[in-house]
């Protein structure tokens, strides 16, 4: 069974620093996708970033980017300028078999 | 336009009564999903649905039962309700072979 693991409960950052988030996962499939989810305190689930299992290359949306290690099993998301809107609950995901497996979740305070 | 949709956004019931949750999504997707959140955040997947079959049925309590009446809209019934059903449940689509998981605002579920 595919597990996904984020062993930060909370994490700080001050106001247009940088934050990484961590993710591990563990599955025995070849061909797979990776998320990022937000989670504001409107509840609602939003993608922040999508990476492919067969691209090396680290996918990257404006501010928030990843660092995609294949081998070691590991997805962590790095926010840069960090802003007062990206504080929320942050999921990280994996999908293979048509599952969504989420991680525990990682809170993110952002201290102006 | 809403992608997807659920209604009620709220859900307050006694326990020992039989409420629905309804979801619809206009992005052709063909496959759905309900997944619950429980207090701690944790997000676990409940049911999927293909086209509407029944994909993927996790340990569920046999009080849940989803409806598909075509591949647009799936809702969720719950009979008897108990005090541990409540949660946010959220209803979510995804095209086929892309990973991407589109998901509704949630339904915020109390029972007392």
């Known amino acids: 069974a595919q597990t996904v693991t984020q062993s930060q409960p909370e994490m700080s950052v001050q106001e247009a620093e940088t934050v990484t988030l961590s993710c591990t996962y563990d599955t025995s499939e070849s061909d797979y996708y990776l998320f990022w989810y937000k989670q504001p305190p409107s509840r609602q689930m939003i993608l922040v970033i999508r990476q492919e299992a067969y691209k090396q290359q680290n996918a990257t949306e404006n501010r928030f980017s990843v660092n995609f290690q294949k081998a070691a099993k590991s997805f962590s998301l790095k926010i840069s300028d960090s802003q007062l809107g990206d504080a929320a609950m942050y999921f990280c995901?994996?999908?293979?078999?048509?599952?969504?497996?989420f991680g525990t979740g990682t809170r993110l305070t952002i201290i102006p | 336009d809403t992608a997807v949709s659920q209604t009620p956004k709220y859900l307050v019931t006694q326990m020992g009564n039989d409420k629905s949750i309804k979801c619809e999504q206009n992005?052709?997707?063909?496959?759905m999903y309900w997944y619950k959140q429980d207090s701690k955040k944790f997000l676990k997947i409940m049911f999927s649905?293909?086209?509407?079959?029944?994909?993927i049925n996790e340990t569920v309590p046999n009080r849940f039962s989803p409806k598909s009446p075509d591949k647009a809209h799936l809702n969720l019934h719950i009979n008897s309700l108990e005090l541990g059903d409540s949660a946010v449940y959220f209803c979510?689509?995804?095209?086929?072979?892309?990973?991407?998981?589109?998901f509704g605002q949630g339904t915020r579920l109390t029972v007392v």
């Open positions: 649905y293909n086209n509407k079959e029944l994909i």
């Open positions: 992005l052709g997707h063909d496959t």
């Open positions: 995901a994996y999908i293979g078999n048509e599952k969504l497996t």
């Open positions: 979510a689509s995804s095209p086929a072979g892309y990973g991407l998981t589109f």
